[in-house]
């Protein structure tokens, strides 16, 4: 089907969770990347939530 799929993720922290857990959960997906190979991923940081009011 697709060579090497690239999957473009906002990221949002702060947004009902802490920024330290959205941190961490970029960190399994880099991890998940390496391990498996093939896929990737691009991630945009953009603010939002009810901080941003």
Avoid: H, K
Avoid at 21 to 45: A, K
Wanted: with cysteine.
């Amino acid at each position: 089907m697709y060579n090497n799929p690239r999957f473009r993720i906002a990221v949002l922290p702060g947004d009902g969770i802490g920024p330290e857990v959205v941190q961490s959960c970029l960190s399994i997906l880099e991890v998940l990347c390496e391990r498996l190979g093939g896929i990737s991923f691009d991630f945009r940081q953009r603010e939002g939530g009810g901080w941003t009011l």
